[in-house]
């Protein structure tokens, strides 16, 4: 059963939810999963979700994997996305798309051509983010300036502030025209394929799940705005019309000026 939370807006302008613990912020993201598929299949008879990588989004898929919220769901008007993807094969134990194979996609009933995996295994990166966002401007609506619209995105934030693989100081934070790019991370001496802020931003609902003490200082750092504070990529998600909430639990708040210590 979830707790009620009431709904607060930080000094930066962002709506969030505080909960105990992560079992209830996964909860609060299942109900939201539920509603925006319910409400989207209404409204335009199908659902597009982007599901988010790391570990954090696992209690909400095994949550989507079972009773009640599985139930809830029309499997067969659902599009799955994915906001970013490791360089490695879809079996690698980095994967995002094999966390949320296990996690998620073997356990519901949906058709494998609903499924859309990001390539992380091609060497050439950047021509499989050429073909992703071809496949989001097929599949999905556009707005005028011709970027996809996913109807909800579930997004995380590391330590460093990043989100999906959009890290701090690297190229992909500044594109404005390409949908899906393949971003060099050299913190992590990596590639990453990530969505890009046009798409981010041009999301119906984005859904930002955070947990743990190990986020308190990044959360508080783009809730408060701080004199001289950078603008981490986190916070420079801003989709408009669409809405943003971020859901977190007491340890991912416990910087925030006011906090119970
Ligand atoms: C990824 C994610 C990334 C993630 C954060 C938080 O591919 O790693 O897309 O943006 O959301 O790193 O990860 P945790 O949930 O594991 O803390």
Avoid at 6 to 27: F, K, M
Avoid at 145 to 168: N, Q
Avoid at 180 to 189: E, I, T
């Amino acid at each position: 059963m979830i707790v009620s939370a009431p709904l607060v807006t930080s000094r930066s302008g962002i709506e969030y939810r505080v909960y105990p613990d992560a079992g209830q912020v996964a909860l609060s993201a299942a109900e939201h999963w539920v509603l925006h598929a319910a409400r989207s299949q209404a409204a335009r008879g199908g659902f597009s979700v982007a599901l988010s990588g790391g570990a954090t989004p696992k209690k909400l898929h095994e949550l989507i994997a079972s009773a009640p919220y599985r139930d809830r769901v029309d499997w067969g008007h659902i599009e799955i996305f994915f906001g970013d993807e490791r360089a490695v094969p879809p079996d690698h134990p980095d994967s995002n798309y094999r966390m949320a194979r296990e996690t998620l996609l073997d356990r519901v009933p949906i058709l494998e051509e609903r499924v859309h995996r990001m390539q992380g295994e091609p060497a050439d990166l950047a021509a499989e983010a050429r073909r992703y966002s071809r496949l989001l401007e097929e599949r999905l609506e556009r707005t005028g300036e011709g970027v996809p619209i996913l109807d909800l995105v579930f997004l995380g934030m590391g330590g460093d502030g990043h989100t999906a693989s959009l890290f701090p100081g690297t190229a992909a934070l500044s594109e404005r025209r390409e949908h899906v790019v393949a971003n060099d991370v050299p913190q992590l001496s990596t590639r990453r394929l990530t969505l890009t802020f046009p798409v981010l931003n041009a999301a119906r609902s984005v859904v930002f799940l955070v947990t743990g003490e190990g986020k308190a200082e990044r959360v508080a750092e783009i809730f408060e705005v701080r004199p001289g504070a950078p603008a981490f990529p986190a916070g420079r998600v801003r989709p408009n019309p669409g809405e943003l909430l971020w859901l977190l639990d007491a340890a991912a708040c416990s910087r925030l000026s006011g906090a119970r210590p």
